[in-house]
T-cell receptor, first 115, second 110 residues
Framework: EPEVTQTPSHQVTQMGQEVILRCVPISNHLYFYWYRQILGQKVEFLVSFYNNEISEKSEIFDDQFSVERPDGSNFTLKIRSTKLEDSAMYFC?????????????FGDGTRLSIL | DAKTTQPNSMESNEEEPVHLPCNHSTISGTDYIHWYRQLPSQGPEYVIHGLTSNVNNRMASLAIAEDRKSSTLILHRATLRDAAVYYCILRDGGTYKYIFGTGTRLKVLA
């Protein structure tokens, strides 16, 4: 069964550095998402992306965050200048086009640790 | 905020059925009810979704109340591998994002 893959599984970065988290969504999917989960807390929506544009973003997704689909297969989340509070699991998700109630499929996440 | 309410935790014996309840009293007419689960150290995994009538798939069944203000996820025979946090989610209004609550942590006893 096709799946969403995320790399790396664990990223350790110094505070203030830039980090790029990578995702390969399921190949025929058209809608892409990033969520994050701080340890012991809820899964929180960050951003949704469709047709090469951000369709929605949360308050968490400030100017330090950006997303890109550089080559038609990868979907990336960049954090420009990381802060300690960015430490979390980051999950990528994708879903097909058509009925908007089609379920989202999640990857297993990247654990981001900011030192 | 999440529009669903679930018990924080439940326990079940292995090989027995489990009924996981969810209240969603503010559900709108077009909201589908989605269920996901999250196993330790993994991303949320789709389980099932429905609108009005009961739904079955290979993983579970979803029973939806006639007034749609509550639903129940049914695992017919719990296994140790079903131990996870189960989330009942309504898609947020007219957008496409999921708003996760705190879910129900299911413990399966051998």
């Amino acid at each position: 069964e096709p799946e969403v893959t995320q790399t790396p599984s664990h990223q350790v970065t110094q505070m203030g550095q830039e980090v790029i988290l990578r995702c390969v969504p399921i190949s025929n999917h058209l809608y892409f998402y990033w969520y994050r989960q701080i340890l012991g807390q809820k899964v929180e929506f960050l951003v949704s992306f469709y047709n090469n544009e951000i369709s929605e973003k949360s308050e968490i997704f400030d100017d330090q965050f950006s997303v890109e689909r550089p080559d038609g297969s990868n979907f990336t989340l960049k954090i420009r200048s990381t802060k300690l509070e960015d430490s979390a699991m980051y999950f990528c998700a994708s879903r097909p086009g058509g009925n908007s109630n089609q379920p989202q499929h999640f990857g297993d996440g990247t654990r981001l640790s900011i030192l | 905020d999440a529009k669903t309410t679930q018990p924080n935790s439940m326990e079940s014996n292995e090989e027995e059925p489990v009924h996981l309840p969810c209240n969603h009293s503010t559900i709108s007419g077009t909201d589908y009810i989605h269920w996901y689960r999250q196993l330790p150290s993994q991303g949320p995994e789709y389980v099932i979704h429905g609108l009005t009538s009961n739904v079955n798939n290979r993983m579970a069944s979803l029973a939806i109340a006639e007034d749609r203000k509550s639903s129940t996820l049914i695992l017919h025979r719990a296994t140790l591998r079903d131990a996870a946090v189960y989330y009942c989610i309504l898609r947020d209004g007219g957008t496409y994002k999921y708003i996760f609550g705190t879910g129900t942590r299911l413990k399966v006893l051998a």
